[in-house]
């Protein structure tokens, strides 16, 4: 293989296929990038066997060849080279001369043989939606994924399609997000459970806008992404999805509308005296008035604030996790917020008049007599 090509190309296509490398494996064939120089197109790979990317990168083939090197060699080399054209060279003994300007190294390859094979998937079931549509309904939903890998079904998303709308669910046993966006064209009924580390590697390689449009294919094992010169395959988490369909229509006896900005500054402001340790909740205390009193008590000290609200309904006292409520509210855009609550001890929902975002928060128990 012979190859020529311009340094930050090179680096480009490195960084997207670098997030499907295997990091802790036995084999190391899976730490590897695997390079492509074939009819008249040069193609990086990468595949850990759960998620699997490839891209094309430009550059001039002056002959042809495979060739396999370690990923985060091959990475840390290319990122110290000046920003010039960059010559890979490989030979019969197994070594690839890296050239840049003055610089030259050589490192060992693999021919590539037992590089995993890229997955295919079946092109039948699949949606449309923008580059920048697919980042942000993952940005507004992706932070209640769990981490947990004991509970493996909140590590993943929903992704549900049912009458042109994709609607994304995630959950972690605190708290629910989902948003719907509309899709283009008309679209059969899909659910998949897609794992949420997927959907962040997905988000940070697509840069496009509202112009620039992901296809997203489905099977019952697995999902494709095609945008531009690149491909990511990442397997499926199998099962049946939580049923949160009760939760969406539960009772509420008080509904207060607030100014998001205020109320995140506040809870912002009240934040400042936690401690990672902490495990203390915010109180959040509705009255017979139009305003929302907030307070919290650590080792650090105390805080007391309000908001003015609108407010329809009971009083209420309860306590929340302050993070959780920052998290929601700095993903929605609206300059007002409702919040839906019961009582000190049922869930509260933050939605929108039309449904295209819901989010539900479990309180934290706390003995309301004594605020």
């Known amino acids: 293989m012979n190859i020529k090509i311009r340094k930050s190309n090179l680096l480009a296509g490195i960084n997207i296929v670098s997030k499907a490398v295997a990091v802790k494996t036995t084999k190391p064939i899976l730490e590897c990038i695997l390079i492509e120089a074939k009819l008249g197109k040069i193609k ?7 998620l699997g990317i490839e891209t ?19 990475y840390d080399i290319v ?34 043989t037992d590089f995993p094979e890229f997955p295919f998937v079946e092109k039948e079931q699949s949606i449309t939606i923008s580059q920048l549509g697919l980042r942000d ?28 709308v994709l609607t994304v669910t995630s959950l972690d046993g605190s708290r629910i997000s989902m948003r719907k966006i509309p899709l283009k064209g008309d679209n059969s009924d899909i659910s998949a459970i897609v794992p949420g580390k997927t959907l962040k590697d997905v988000t940070r390689i ?12 489905f099977t019952n094992t697995a999902m494709l992404f095609e945008f531009e010169n690149t491909r990511v395959v990442s397997r499926l988490i199998e099962g049946e999805y939580f049923k949160i369909t009760h939760m969406l229509s539960m009772d509420q006896s008080l509904i207060v509308k607030a100014n998001r900005q205020e ?22 205390k509705v009255k017979n008035n139009d305003i929302m009193y907030i307070r919290i008590d650590t080792n ?27 998290d929601t509210l700095s993903v929605i855009d609206d300059d007002k917020v409702n919040i839906y609550m019961k009582d000190s001890k049922s869930p509260c929902i933050i939605k929108d008049d039309e449904g295209t975002f819901v989010y539900i928060i479990l309180p934290i128990n706390i003995n309301v007599d004594a605020y």
Not at 59 to 74: C, M, P, Q, R, Y
Not at 90 to 106: L, Q
Not at 139 to 163: A, L, P
Not at 266 to 284: G, H, N, T, Y
């Open 56 to 74: 094309y990168v430009e550059g001039v083939i002056l002959e042809e060849g495979t060739a396999a090197v370690n990923a985060k060699l091959f």
């Open 300 to 326: 650090r000290g105390s805080f007391n604030d309000y908001i003015d609200i609108e407010k329809e309904g009971d009083e209420i006292v309860i306590g929340f996790n302050p993070s959780f409520i920052m």
């Open 206 to 217: 697509i840069t496009g806008g509202a112009d620039d449009d992901v296809v997203i294919y």
């Open 79 to 112: 990122r110290n080279l000046n920003d010039s054209e960059v010559d890979l060279i490989t030979n019969n003994d197994y070594k690839m001369e890296i050239k840049c300007e003055k610089t030259e190294f050589s490192i060992p390859f693999w021919d590539g």
């Open 44 to 50: 990086l790979t990468a595949n850990n066997l759960n």
């Open 263 to 284: 109320l995140m500054g506040c809870i912002s402001r009240a934040s400042l005296l936690i401690q990672e340790s902490d495990r203390k909740p915010i109180i959040v």
């Open 137 to 164: 309904i993952v940005r507004q939903t992706i932070f209640s994924v769990s981490d947990n890998e004991n509970s493996r079904m909140m590590t993943g998303e929903n992704f549900q399609v049912k009458d042109n």
